[in-house]
Structure formats: C-alpha cells, structure tokens
C-alpha cells in the first residue's frame, strides 16, 4: 500500500468520522441528505459483497466492515432516531435518486470486466459512487445552510477520492500492467462533480466568509 492509498483511505474515514459526531453529538441532521446517504449505503452493500469470502487482509477487512457499519448507522439515524430525524429537511431533501440508480445498473451491465453477479455489482457501486453526492450539493444549493461539519464532510468526500487519483497514477507508473480503465474514469467524473463546491469553499476559507452555494 502506498502513501497516497492510506491517506485517501484515513481520509474517507475522517469525513464519515465527521458525519457521524454531528449526528451523534449535536443530535441534528440539518443541511445533511437522506438521499446521498442511502446512496453511499448502497454503494457499500453491493461493493463488499465479497467480504466473508475472500480475505484480503485484516486491515481491507476490517475498513469495508466500517465503511458498512457507519454508512448504514448514519441512514438508521437520519430515519429513526427520534430527535436526528426532525432536524432532517425532507421538503427540501427531493432529488429522485432512482434516477441515478438505475442508469449506474444499465451501465454496469453493458461496461464491466466480467459478467458475474458480483463484478457486476462491485461495478455498479463504482458508478454509483461517483455520482452520490449529488442529491447533497442540490440540497446545499437551496437550503444554502452549510455548517462548518457538513462543509468539512463534503471537503474531506472530495479530498479521499482526488488522493485515489494520485494512488492510481503512482500505481500506474510503479505497478506493471495496472489498468482499471472503469475504475480510472469515474473517479475523474466524481471528482469533477466536487470541482464547483471546492471552488466556494476556498473562496470562503481564503475569504474568511460563511460558505455558500449560488442558487
């Protein structure tokens, strides 16, 4: 494992760490959205199909298992908790995430590397991923209510998958035949959708102003 694939890693686990003490410290959900977050539970659920079977390491194993654990945890919450889940803005929160379902399992079953019911969904949750967020930027945009938490959430989401370009492209140039071509490219569509939103946070952090999201 290099650098850049261990401090992505630490990364996406210090947004999800972030989510989660907001959630559970402050009791509120506010400006967070449901639909990004099933979303990223379902991501997980269909990626780490594997994990009772193949055995990779302690440390792989152990990651998916909280990747699961936390993404589910923080869906429970937004849902059941019964003081988290009034905070949550369900009227604002509308973005039909079907819509980017569906597409995503289209195209893992036209574009994938081998037409097994486990590829095919490791597949599809790569396509998902990269499009996850969107439900939560449209929901910052009209709410534009975005706490110090939900940007630093969002910053640290972007920050994880722009260091997994840099794991690929030191992996390119060190590992013999490393190509994942699905893999490759949409990190580069997902890191594109964080593009507009990282723009407004440095403008606000270089600015010294309350971050805000054009309408």
Known sequence: MNIFRLVGDMTHLASVLV????????????????????????VFVTRYLDIFTDFISLYNTTM?????????????????????????????????????????????????EKFTFKEIMWTFSIFLEAVAILPQLVLLQRTRNIDNLTGQYILLLGAYRSLYILNWVYRYFTEPHFVHWITWIAGLVQTAVYADFFYYYFQSWKNNTKLELPA
């Open 64 to 112: 998916k298992l909280v990747f699961l654990g936390s993404s589910l945890s923080i869906v429970w919450y937004m849902r059941h908790h019964k003081i988290v889940r009034r905070s949550y803005d369900k009227d604002q929160d509308t973005f039909r995430h079907i819509f980017l379902v569906l597409p995503c399992l289209v195209l893992a079953l036209v574009i994938h």
């Open 19 to 42: 989510l989660l003490l907001k959630i559970h410290t402050i009791k509120s959900c506010a400006g967070i959205s449901l639909k990004t977050q099933e979303l990223y539970a379902l």
